[in-house]
């Protein structure tokens, strides 16, 4: 668990602060995704958990450990730091670059080697043909890969990620976000990260933390951000199309219904409900016939079911 009691810094003696006594936990095994404005402080935050920055005052307890008493060394090598630039060492391997921290650890050779292969599958990408490539012979959403596969090394508790996907297009985007949340459920891991993109937050953040001026506003689940936000800036911040935004966060098995005709389209139990109402529209029709690819028919979804669970405050 990670947790920040009135946190405050101020780079410069008596102006205003760039984070301003900013108190929040974070469970183990949970994303927490921050978000606001250019020059909110989300970076600020987050590079005080790992002692980048040091509080002005307040105190960050890493499982109860004030994160200022930790060797900085010791501290870095055991929370996994993420950058969108990702900073693999160019005349380094990717198998080299990815054993990096283990290294430092001075883990034994066979079990490093044992592990940067295993690091590289878990990411998706081939230990023996990628393993002895350079960082220059990659796509820019591979090196995102190995960046990631290189801080899972040295398999550390909390993962810092500061706009880990910033580099890479829309398409491979969304993929490679769809994997990392599974690795990082996977693997139990504590993260924070910053991000520009309220879509990225709300699909990544178990939480998401919407920061204004250095100040914490909101501390919410994404559904209850979107169904209840605490100010107009919060409302205004998360754009007119909150609703939709929603319907991207519930599942069609959440909502669906026994179904009594089976002479439908078709829809699977994970797509999300904003897929489900773009299907019912497209394809003009009542509803969708729930079932995976092949599989048995598990239920029905229409279109009061999709609208029906949209909860706004007024
Ligand atoms: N090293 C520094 N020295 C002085 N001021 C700084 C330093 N780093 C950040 N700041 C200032 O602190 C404030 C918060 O910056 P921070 O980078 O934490 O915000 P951010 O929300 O991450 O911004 P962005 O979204 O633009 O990356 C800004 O006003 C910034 O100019």
Do not use: W
Request: hydrophobic letters at 40%; glycine letters at 8%.
């Amino acid at each position: 668990m990670i947790e920040l009691r009135n946190v405050t810094k101020t780079y410069n003696s008596g102006g205003r602060p760039a984070v301003d006594d900013v108190s929040l936990q974070i469970e183990t095994g949970t994303t927490v995704a921050l978000i606001g404005p250019s020059g909110c402080g989300k970076t600020t935050t987050m590079r005080m958990i790992n002692c980048l920055q040091v509080p002005t005052s307040g105190q960050i307890l890493v499982n109860g450990q004030d994160v200022t008493k930790v060797d900085p060394q010791v501290l870095r090598r055991s929370i996994g730091y993420v950058i969108q630039q990702v900073g693999l060492f160019p005349h380094m391997t990717i198998s080299e670059n990815v054993a990096t921290v283990p290294r430092l650890l001075k883990h034994d050779p066979a079990k490093i080697r044992k592990r940067v292969n295993e690091m590289l599958e878990l990411v998706g990408l081939d230990p023996d043909e990628m393993g002895p490539r350079l960082p220059n012979a990659l796509s820019g959403g591979q090196r995102q890969r190995v960046g990631f596969a290189r801080a899972l090394a040295a398999d550390p508790e909390v993962m810092l990620m500061d706009e880990p996907f910033g580099a890479i297009d829309p398409i491979t985007r969304s993929k490679v976000q769809t994997e990392f949340k599974e690795i990082l459920k996977k693997t139990n891991k504590t993260v924070v990260m910053v991000t520009h993109d309220l879509d990225e937050a709300l699909k990544m953040g178990d939480r998401v933390a919407i920061m204004r001026d250095g100040k914490l506003l909101q501390y919410d689940a994404p559904i209850d951000i979107l169904a209840r936000p605490n100010s107009l800036f919060v409302a205004d911040f998360l754009g007119t199309d909150r609703a939709l935004k929603q319907l991207n966060l519930i599942s069609v098995r959440d909502r669906m219904t026994p179904a009594t005709s089976t002479d439908f389209p078709t829809i699977a139990p994970s797509a999300s409900l904003h897929f489900a109402l773009s299907e019912i529209l497209a394809q003009k029709v009542e509803g969708l016939i729930v079932r995976e690819d092949g599989g048995p028919v598990l239920g029905f979804i229409n279109r009061a079911a999709v609208l029906g669970p949209v909860a706004l405050a007024s």
